[in-house]
């Protein structure tokens, strides 16, 4: 009986990992609505230069957008190309890191832009395989690259958005069931709506940040309760418009 139980159950979070068109496009719908008046004006959203995407990037990993934004400035106006990025001194890089701490970061940010310059002409490559070669860019920074400088349809999944979709497609129990994060980058890659990359990865993680948050979500105003398998009832409710139990 146990046994039955489980199987129902991962059943049931294979079925909701794989949405129908109908599904992707409500959720596109209400997350790109959202995002259009929502979004956050932030100095990387103002450039598609890879180089500096890429900082923007490196720098945000396990930091809050708030620190980041006056040293994303200090850095680009010390080191503002690739090339001189690559040719400073390591030392003096740490130093223009601080305080964001994680000093691997600027090291391994050093590391990719004397690669890039040595192997591909001082232009980061275009193609995930190669991006991912680079020490320090693993597959959510190449998919940054990717969609937000390069305007490719590439998915990411970070905390924010592993939450957003967790929540919104599975819900709590379901969710808990989940191992790893390879379900959530197929969904993720499964939601991707044709061309609009770019919007759809910065609403999702806005929409993590500011409104889906880890401690205090913001349920009642927002544009996916109907459907949100964790909100309460909507998901019975879904469910039966769609003919399930």
Same mark, same amino acid.
């Given at each position: 009986m146990r046994d039955r139980a489980h199987s129902v159950t991962l059943a049931a979070v294979t079925r909701a990992l794989r949405p129908d068109s109908a599904s992707r496009r409500r959720f596109q719908r209400a997350l790109l609505g959202w995002y259009a008046r929502h979004r956050r004006d932030?100095?990387?959203?103002?450039?598609?230069?890879?180089?500096?995407?890429?900082?923007?990037?490196i720098m945000l990993q396990q930091t809050q957008v708030d620190r980041v934004i006056p040293k994303y400035h200090e850095f680009l106006t010390r080191y503002p190309t690739i090339e001189s990025l690559a040719a400073a001194r390591t030392a003096d890089v740490t130093r223009t890191w601080y305080p964001l701490g994680y000093n691997v970061r600027p090291v391994n940010l050093q590391g990719i832009a004397r690669e890039? /310059?040595? &192997?591909?002409?001082? &232009?980061?490559?275009?193609?995930?395989?190669?991006?991912?070669?680079?020490?320090?860019?693993?597959?959510?920074?190449?998919?940054?690259? /990717?969609?937000?400088?390069?305007?490719r349809d590439a998915a990411l999944v970070d905390t924010n958005v592993r939450r957003v979709l967790g929540r919104v497609f599975l819900g709590p129990?379901?969710?808990?069931? /989940?191992?790893?994060?390879?379900?959530?980058?197929?969904?993720?890659?499964?939601? /991707?709506?044709?061309?609009?990359?770019?919007?759809?990865?910065?609403?999702?993680?806005?929409?993590?940040?500011t409104r889906c948050t880890a401690r205090a979500p913001r349920c009642p105003r927002c544009p996916m309760r109907s459907f949100c398998a964790s909100y309460p009832g909507a998901a019975a409710r879904d469910g039966r418009r769609n003919g399930h139990a």
């Open positions: 932030l100095p990387w959203r103002r450039t598609d230069d890879p180089y500096h995407i890429l900082v923007s990037e890039t /310059l040595a &192997r591909y002409d001082g &232009r980061l490559p275009d193609d995930a395989r190669a991006l991912r070669a680079m020490r320090g860019i693993g597959p959510y920074t190449a998919g940054a690259i /990717l969609s937000f400088a390069y305007r129990r379901r969710l808990r069931r /989940l191992r790893g994060d390879r379900a959530i980058w197929r969904l993720a890659e499964t939601l /991707l709506p044709p061309r609009k990359a770019y919007d759809h990865n910065q609403a999702l993680m806005d929409f993590g940040a």
